[in-house]
């Protein structure tokens, strides 16, 4: 099933921007910071650009769709975001979370890598929900 960089069928964070943003969402350059225990692939990005209020600032982030077939990405990147953040449940507790949009590699993505280039470079279309609906 999974055909995309690693293995994964997606990613979330891509060395190049998205040129795809859904309506609602916000394209962050970030970095990945740590994990967030208790979640299903939390975790926790420092803001390098974007919307002023946010730059700087570190976000708790987890997958809108939340399989394994989503992988991480690269460690600095580009990274889609919904702008209003939602509650999800963590072994802690409620938290509130700024949700990822993944996306799936284009065709020049796919052939960089065959040639041995960088795994996450060129995000092609945003997946959907439906996509991940078993």
């Known amino acids: 099933m999974a055909d995309g960089p690693e293995g994964y069928v997606t990613g979330l964070v891509w060395v190049n921007e998205p040129s795809e943003v859904p309506e609602g969402a916000i394209s962050l350059r ?3 910071e740590r994990p967030i225990s208790g ?4 975790f926790v990005a420092t803001v390098l650009d974007g919307p002023s209020e946010m730059r700087g600032q570190q976000i ?13 990405g ?6 889609v975001v919904y702008a ?3 509650e999800a449940a963590t072994d ?5 979370f ?3 949009i993944d996306y799936r590699p284009s065709e020049e993505n796919e052939r960089q890598r065959r040639r041995g280039g960088e795994q996450w ?3 092609g279309e945003p997946a959907t929900r439906e996509e991940f609906s078993f």
Not at 39 to 42: E, K, P, Q
């Open 92 to 96: 802690a507790g409620p938290r509130s």
């Open 30 to 32: 970030a970095r990945l």
């Open 98 to 100: 700024y949700e990822a």
């Open 84 to 86: 209003e953040p939602v």
């Open 39 to 42: 979640t299903w692939m939390g």
């Open 121 to 123: 470079l060129y995000p």
């Open 60 to 72: 708790d982030v987890i997958p809108q769709n939340l399989t394994s077939c989503v992988g991480l």
């Open 74 to 79: 690269v460690r600095e990147g580009y990274l």
